[in-house]
């Protein structure tokens, strides 16, 4: 089974970055996928950014040139660095492979203005 734990969110000002983790298990990591995604409260969760086994990525538009996600096989994790934070970003984050259906608990992000 599929597990995921994600990390580094919290509460930081407007203009500010942080750094996701996510580490996974229970599935060959360098061959899968990856995506962050993200559920803001009252809105639909989306896809925010995803990573392919060779290393491709794409990002949704609101992020772009602010985010960036990155792998690390070797400590089967993925990362999110997020930049130049906006009062908008706030959400809680989740990793997770996109045609698999296990889900993390989700870290939460609190951008202050």
């Known amino acids: 089974q599929v597990q995921l734990v994600e990390s580094g969110g919290g509460l930081v000002q407007a203009g500010g970055s942080l750094r996701l983790s996510c580490v996974v298990s229970?599935?060959?990591?360098?061959?899968?996928?990856m995506g962050w995604y993200r559920q803001a409260p009252g809105k639909q969760r989306e896809l925010v950014a995803v990573i392919s086994s060779g290393g491709d990525t794409g990002y949704t538009e609101s992020v772009k040139g602010r985010f960036t996600i990155s792998r690390d096989n070797a400590k089967n994790t993925v990362y999110l660095q997020m930049n130049s934070l906006k009062p908008d970003d706030t959400a809680v984050y989740y990793c997770?492979?996109?045609?698999?259906?296990?889900w993390g608990q989700g870290t939460q992000v609190t951008v202050s203005s």
């Open positions: 229970g599935t060959p990591f360098s061959a899968a996928a």
């Open positions: 997770k492979i996109p045609s698999r259906s296990s």
